[in-house]
DNA sequence: CTGAGTGCAAACAGTTTGCATTACT
DNA sequence: AGTAATGCAAACTGTTTGCACTCAG
């Protein structure tokens, strides 16, 4: 899963998606920026580098990802994480615990639904604000 | 923790805020409806039985719970869970694993944020759904 | 009595949708 | 050529804010 961009530009075709401009270059957009990333984030990196695309693209080319479960648990690079978020600045950073997913698995099997993905958040003040 | 509404109310007063008539009314809601309300269900409810409270109102006062930690990790009912919600048909339910709390409790002793709260949710289809 | 709290309506922010136009295949 | 996909702008949904009025303490 090194090369995500090319995957999901491979998986688009393969269900009959056109490969156009502005639906690559989102796609190009969210590997770069990694995950949780807001629409807007997406349209100003775009814009900065002169490559215009309408924010409705933006948000069609982000549902139909997430239809094809492109962007379920498999960030840009791969790899599966969480996020602690500091209540005081905001500040977001992730954070990965095979500890915590072997609970959730063990959970997850113990639960009538189907389990297919899951997400964890911490909040807490972060280094920073807490040494002020 | 069995009465939530007085605690809630007390707390309040405590800090200096008045116990005004939509103020009661929005944290008696709460406490009806359970967590993971949204505003929209709060001012209908209210609506239903007569007691309009403005939308401001209503953000403004859960805002305020939301700051002196009344809705924090605490619910209604006083226990701690988390979510399941159903891919297909959006239902939400919920549950709590000890198992899980321990792994977040370890997990949060080794960061270095001073952890203060956490979110678990997890994505599936539910068995109605899976059974069609 | 007096200011904390309210309701209203306008302002905002984020997302969705209809439609005429563009551009892959 | 034909149609999927786009951009724009208008429509929506959810939340916040300014202000004059109200009522709890």
Known sequence: MTDWVGH???ELEREGYRLSAPRSAVVQTLADLGCSVTA???ADRLHDRGQEVG???IYRTLELLDNLRLTRRVG???EHHHHIVCD???QVSTFED????RAIERLASRVDYAIDGHDVTLRGECPTCRSR
Do not use: F, M, N, Y
């Open 8 to 10: 999901a530009q491979r």
């Open 40 to 42: 807007k984030e997406i």
């Open 55 to 57: 924010v409705a693209s």
């Open 76 to 78: 840009p690079s791969g």
């Open 88 to 90: 005081t600045c905001g």
């Open 98 to 101: 095979s500890d915590l997913e």
